[in-house]
């Protein structure tokens, strides 16, 4: 593949602000690979967020609403052949499929492109003249970055980035200093949020930590609600004892300029965790049915450490089996010790 063959890429991950914050890897060594080529990323409306500001992209492609399951078969069937034709016009010499859905498959196929990229998986093989080569990582990380070096293009780095607006600052910048919060004490925001009921340490867990970070450690401690997940945060607030201030922005950018301002993020496993990374502080991720060996790709000298549920026998469903989830064998005390070690190795 001659790069002046490569004018035009197309890099696709739908579903989930987490898969394509870790896919990051993978446009900055495509845009180093291909300086003067034009990259397109196409995700859904929520994840693409995540890119809005990205320097090496061309543009974020929205995945329209009316191809999601939830509308009619005459919609989606309509609104799928105007879009391939809105990707053909769009003549891309290179396209990228990291997921490899059925959906994803078909789009990478109808883009026309001379090289598709895709994983040989479930009869879906044939949408793509180039097959991913795995490697033996389980990191998802690396099988995204198995893609690019299947064509031959160097990728041993597998940090994350996420990328804010100078308003986006401002906006973070104002929101502390409205509540009274600098940098006096160390500030530590904890997401209590998560997509799956297993994947969720409860409300309480989360108040037992923020009760020890504020009064043992002396840590401004902020809580994050997702959209639409306010009553989490609620109920850390009344079970600690402390009134938290509550971010809440659904603007994927201005979260992660807030969060660049923190010195700890403790999360569950969910997409906000892994935008804490991508913006530079270090982060405690909270793990029960998944796999933090492939789903926390983080190195621990950079102050990110993964707690997993002290079970051998958890069943690895996204709503749990058992009446108590295994995520919360993990005790907030063992999440306070971890926390005081990465806060002083901040200061």
Not at 203 to 226: D, H, W
Not at 278 to 294: C, D, K, N, Q
């Amino acid at each position: 593949m001659e790069a002046s063959d490569i004018k035009r890429i197309l890099i696709s991950r739908l579903r989930f602000i987490g898969d394509v914050v870790l896919t990051t890897p993978v446009i900055r060594a495509l845009k180093r690979q291909y300086p003067e080529a034009d990259l397109y990323y196409l995700a859904e409306s929520g994840p693409a967020a995540a890119l809005a500001h990205s320097p090496h992209l061309e543009g974020v492609i929205v995945l329209p609403d009316e191809l999601l399951p939830a509308r009619s078969v005459l919609t989606r069937c309509r609104e799928h052949a105007r879009f391939i034709r809105s990707l053909r016009k769009r003549r891309f010499d290179l396209a990228i499929d990291l997921f490899g859905n059925p959906r994803s498959a078909l789009l990478t196929l109808a883009t026309g492109a001379r090289y598709r990229v895709g994983y040989d998986v479930r009869g879906r093989g044939t949408a793509y003249n180039i097959k991913i080569r795995r490697s033996a990582s389980l990191r998802v990380v690396d099988a995204y970055l198995d893609a690019v070096r299947t064509i031959g293009v160097p990728a041993e780095d597998g940090r994350t980035e996420v990328h804010f607006s100078a308003e986006d600052a401002k906006w973070a910048e104002s929101w502390l200093v409205e509540r009274g919060i600098d940098h006096t004490r160390p500030i530590a925001a904890l997401n209590p949020g998560a997509s799956w009921p297993a994947k969720t340490w409860s409300a309480e867990r989360f108040a037992e930590l923020a009760k020890a970070l504020i009064e043992e450690l002396n840590v401004r401690v902020l809580l994050v609600a997702e959209p639409g997940r306010r009553e989490a945060t609620a109920g850390v607030n009344a079970l600690s004892g402390h009134a938290c201030p509550v971010v809440e922005t659904e603007s994927l950018t201005r979260l992660a300029a807030l969060i660049a301002r923190c010195d700890l993020y403790v999360s569950n496993d969910c997409g906000p965790m892994h935008i804490a990374v991508a913006a530079g502080t270090s982060t405690i991720g909270l793990f029960g049915p998944s796999r933090p060996e492939i789903w926390f790709p983080y190195p621990k000298a950079d102050g990110h450490v993964a707690l997993r549920a002290e079970t051998d026998t958890c069943c690895g469903r996204d709503h749990c089996v058992r009446p108590t989830p295994c995520i919360e064998s993990i005790s907030s005390r063992k999440v306070l010790e971890v926390a005081e070690s990465v806060l002083g190795r901040s200061t």
